[in-house]
């Protein structure tokens, strides 16, 4: 099935570091969400963006809808080691359309 | 508030059975969908119901099949299972259309299905 670019695909991290995540497509989309995932649970809810060129902050969390609808951004400030985990991008194409395509993940690992 | 709740957690089945999971929304929310993920893999769209019928269907075959009840529950149903089912099986439901955010996905934590 269709997925959307992530990457990095993995990475490890020292606490209290800044950590730098995006999503791409060749497709346009309509709406932006970024979701955390940790094992055995399902994805919880970190971000959601609908404008394009849109900066949105929760906590410690930004995220940016990209200004050609194509892409989008995940920055995580001063990392904690409850940061470890999977964390997704999914896009909504354009009207007409209730689908979310999901990206294939970025797994974090913080280093104490 | 409960949030989206899934049943069963887990589950074994061997090929060519059926399976059924279940899933009550979040309360307030009308609108359900249905993923599957793969390990190591993002969710995939099956299927999304509202007002109990299905409004929009990803790329699964036909034994995939589902319901909403009137009170906004859903199952999501899987006949003559193949080895490739095993998956996590994730619900997502989201508020009624006109409402802000109504795009919005909140997930339960999934039915664990795995196929023998």
């Known amino acids: 099935g269709q997925q959307l670019n992530q990457s990095p695909q993995s990475m490890f991290i020292q606490e209290g570091e800044d950590v730098s995540m995006n999503c791409t497509s060749s497709?346009?989309?309509?709406?932006w969400l970024w979701y955390k995932q940790d094992p055995g649970e399902g994805p919880v809810l970190l971000i959601a963006l609908y404008k394009a060129g849109e900066l949105t902050s929760n906590g410690r969390l930004t995220a940016q809808f990209g200004i050609t609808r194509k892409d989008s951004f995940l920055n995580i400030s001063a990392s904690i080691p409850s940061d470890v985990g999977i964390y997704f991008c999914a896009g909504q194409p354009p009207p007409g359309t209730y689908k979310y395509i999901f990206g294939t993940g970025t797994r974090l690992k913080v280093l104490a | 508030d409960a949030g989206v709740t899934q049943s069963p957690t887990h589950l074994i089945k061997t090929r060519g059975q059926q399976v059924t999971l279940r899933c009550s929304p979040k309360?307030?929310?009308?609108?359900v969908s249905w993923y599957q993920q793969a390990l190591g893999q993002g969710p995939q769209f099956i299927f999304q119901?509202?007002?109990?019928?299905?409004?929009q269907r990803g790329n699964f075959p036909d034994r995939f099949s589902g319901h909403q009840f009137p009170n906004y529950s859903s199952e999501l149903n899987v006949n003559a299972l193949l080895l490739g089912d095993s998956a996590l099986y994730l619900c997502a439901s989201s508020l009624p259309g006109q409402l802000s955010g109504a795009n919005v996905l909140t997930f339960g934590a999934g039915s664990r299905l795995t196929v023998l």
């Open positions: 497709s346009i989309f309509n709406t």
């Open positions: 119901y509202y007002e109990e019928e299905e409004r």
């Open positions: 309360s307030g929310h009308d609108t």
